[in-house]
């Protein structure tokens, strides 16, 4: 039998990687490294940086989609290396993998329960095909293939099998309209046309009524109803200041009179919410001090109602009877966060939990009972559950006055190098309008196990703290929010369980932007920095961005066509103050990414080496918007854990 070694050695020699080390003549001259040929002149004292591929084949469920007829459930799993879709049998036993191509992008049922739609992309390029596969794999049919240069966005199928809604910018290349397909066909018809960023959310039961979100920002949307038959809108909150209405989702009453949503209009939180087509009036259900989400309604005459509720990160679920008013929060289930599926001929409803402990594992809930039963656990590849560590949620104050929040993972005794207080390596969300959960994260666990404390900032911006929290780095407010990283520094120092002298920031998308900032503008608090697909320069970042995120960056950043924040940008973004940074860097970034060019990397390793300042560069060719396939997840972060260690471990390795 072939070991561990061997198994990791076949995932990784079959491609090769682009990289540069700094000291080439030619700033940018590229050199292709296949994994097997060193660490970019990087290694870990004592250990094989290797070992941290455990930690990343950590794997389980997500996304779990119970069938409309209750029998089956379908999920994706990257048991393979990339995300797949899989089958199992709600009453448990063999999952059966469907798919086999480059991976699955999202899948929704037929209302047959005999099928399911996918949608699949190109190496991360977003830019998708959609699909309809029998659930025992053995029929399969293309509805839509890729649109060239343009992006498609998943609404939702009708109940009657017959067609699917959508949104794409198929026909301008910018604007998302909303688009009916006929699936035996794939006949599309655009039915309304729209700007920037709109989006198909949910249909009626009885296909009359299409659920449209319009995004106003990162954090916001506007909320409409459009007619499919008359093919005409009726707004249903359009409202100033800004309010989200569509991240908690939308479950339509079974008579299609109306739907529950979650929604922070007039006040801080989102809160659980009824509209009534026949008044359109919108009743508040329950409120509550956090955020409520992911609502659907399942059992007989969709009599039972559940939701879940965010408390610093950590969710809850919980379910209510409609008809007795009788309702309680789901006990039994594994901390983190979670993904709730069920049908209207089923009690059973079936929740996918991410923890810090758990991948990925599928539990049934009888919601008549309350009786909780793991039905598919996640593989831990080997790793000992009892070391793996719980984050703490730690508040804190900014020199403003603003209330900052994060998650600090702190290693125990055994893991520490010495007495000493360990060092800390800040790991900073995307988004900007997104939050540090403790769902499972094997790097970081790899990191902890390390001697290594990580702290996961939710910056001024992030979502989870209410409506006026997610709005506060707007436009001149980005300032601050890269401000708070200093302050959340000083602020575990005054904690006093890290060494804050010795700090790595790093980052991915809108978060390897804030490793490029705070690194530009606190050139001395971080002994080094990893920018994984970040922004140097939001003049050329926002003039190319995707459009999906057009909409949004007019709000989250301000038109980059007035000249007014055209001046802005030129004298704030990190490129500008790159001179300023003296600290080694780790950058990388995906060929194929639709959302962050790869000159913005480019630029910045440019500006680091001019300086003589160290930027080692890892370019992966078959990648988009972040490390989707296994392989390339586990030659990255080798190099990252070797870089983030002789940083923090130079007198110390």
């Known amino acids: 039998m072939m070991n561990m070694r061997g198994v990791l050695s076949l995932l990784t020699s079959a491609w090769c990687i682009s990289a540069v080390a700094s000291g080439a003549e030619d700033p940018l001259a590229l050199q292709s490294i296949a994994p097997h040929q060193g660490s970019l002149a990087l290694s870990l004292a004592g250990e094989d940086p290797a070992s941290i591929d455990r930690y990343l084949l950590a794997r389980g469920a997500s996304g779990a989609q119970l069938s409309p007829d209750g029998k089956t459930i379908a999920f994706r799993y990257g048991v393979t290396g990339i995300p797949q879709l899989w089958v199992m049998p709600s009453s448990g036993g063999q999952p059966t993998q469907l798919t086999f191509g480059n991976g699955v992008t999202f899948f929704a049922w037929l209302a047959n329960g005999r099928d399911v739609l996918y949608g699949a992309d190109n190496n991360g390029d977003e830019q998708e095909s959609y699909t309809v596969i029998s659930v025992d794999g053995r029929t399969e049919h293309r509805v839509l293939e890729p649109i060239s240069g343009g992006f498609r966005s998943f609404g939702d199928l009708s109940k009657d099998g017959q067609f699917l809604y959508y949104a794409s910018t198929e026909r301008n290349g910018l604007d998302f309209d909303i688009y009916r397909t006929r699936l035996s066909t794939g006949e599309s018809q655009q039915i309304w046309e729209g700007r920037y960023g709109n989006t198909a959310r949910a249909l009626s039961p009885d296909g009359r009524w299409l659920v449209i979100t319009e995004a106003v920002g990162e954090d916001?949307?506007?909320?409409?109803?459009?007619?499919?038959?008359?093919?005409?809108?009726?707004?249903?909150?359009?409202?100033?200041?800004?309010?989200?209405?569509?991240?908690?989702?939308?479950?339509?009453?079974?008579?299609?009179?109306?739907?529950?949503?979650?929604?922070?209009?007039?006040?801080?939180?989102?809160?659980?919410?009824?509209?009534?087509?026949?008044?359109?009036?919108?009743?508040?259900?329950?409120?509550r001090e956090y955020d409520i989400a992911d609502i659907h309604l399942c059992g007989a005459q969709s009599q039972t109602l559940l939701w879940t509720e965010n408390r610093d990160g950590f969710e809850a679920v919980w379910v209510k009877n409609r008809g007795t008013e009788a309702q309680y929060e789901v006990a039994g289930l594994f901390e983190g966060t979670h993904a709730v599926s069920c049908s209207e001929a089923s009690e059973t409803a079936v929740i996918t939990t991410n923890g810090w402990r758990t991948p990925g594992t599928m539990s049934t809930l009888n919601v008549r009972t309350g009786a909780v039963k793991t039905l598919f656990e996640s593989t831990l590849a080997g790793l000992n559950p009892d070391r793996l560590v719980r984050p703490e949620s730690i508040h804190m104050t900014a020199r403003d006055g603003v209330e900052l929040q994060g998650l600090l993972y702190l290693p125990d005794d055994s893991s520490r190098r010495d007495n000493s207080l360990p060092p800390v390596l800040f790991e900073v969300h995307g988004g900007p309008t997104a939050q540090a959960k403790p769902t499972f994260d094997g790097v970081t666990q790899y990191h902890v196990d390390r001697g290594i404390a990580v702290f996961k900032p939710n910056v001024r911006g992030s979502t989870g703290f209410g409506r006026s929290y997610a709005g506060l780095d707007d436009r001149e407010g980005r300032l601050d929010s890269v401000r708070d990283l200093i302050d959340m520094l000083d602020g575990l120092g005054k904690d006093g369980r890290v060494d804050i002298g010795r700090a790595v920031v790093a980052g991915g998308s809108y978060g390897g932007y804030m490793v490029n900032a705070v690194l530009a503008a606190y050139p001395n608090a971080f002994t080094g920095g990893v920018s994984r697909y970040g922004v140097?320069?939001?003049?050329?970042?926002?003039?190319?961005?995707?459009?999906?995120?057009?909409?949004?960056?007019?709000?989250?950043?301000?038109?980059?066509?007035?000249?007014?924040?055209?001046?802005?940008?030129?004298?704030?973004?990190?490129?500008?103050?790159?001179?300023?940074?003296?600290?080694?860097?780790?950058?990388?970034?995906?060929?194929?990414?639709?959302?962050?060019?790869?000159?913005?990397?480019?630029?910045?390793?440019?500006?680091?080496?001019?300086?003589?300042?160290e930027a080692v560069f890892i370019r992966i060719p078959d990648e988009g918007h972040g490390w989707r396939k296994l392989a390339n997840r586990q030659f990255y972060y080798r190099r990252q854990a070797a870089f983030v260690e002789r940083q923090l471990f130079a007198d110390n390795p």
């Open 220 to 287: 916001s949307d506007n909320l409409f109803l459009l007619d499919t038959q008359q093919l005409t809108l009726r707004t249903i909150s359009k409202p100033t200041p800004r309010a989200n209405h569509g991240d908690g989702g939308f479950a339509w009453l079974p008579d299609s009179s109306g739907f529950y949503f979650a929604t922070n209009r007039g006040r801080e939180y989102t809160a659980l919410s009824l509209y009534t087509l026949s008044d359109g009036l919108v009743e508040l259900q329950r409120s």
């Open 536 to 613: 140097a320069d939001w003049v050329t970042a926002l003039e190319v961005a995707s459009p999906g995120l057009k909409a949004s960056d007019l709000i989250e950043y301000g038109d980059i066509k007035d000249p007014r924040w055209r001046a802005f940008y030129t004298k704030n973004s990190p490129i500008q103050q790159a001179d300023a940074i003296k600290v080694p860097v780790l950058y990388s970034h995906g060929e194929m990414d639709p959302r962050i060019d790869i000159a913005e990397t480019e630029t910045m390793v440019r500006a680091l080496r001019s300086n003589g300042v």
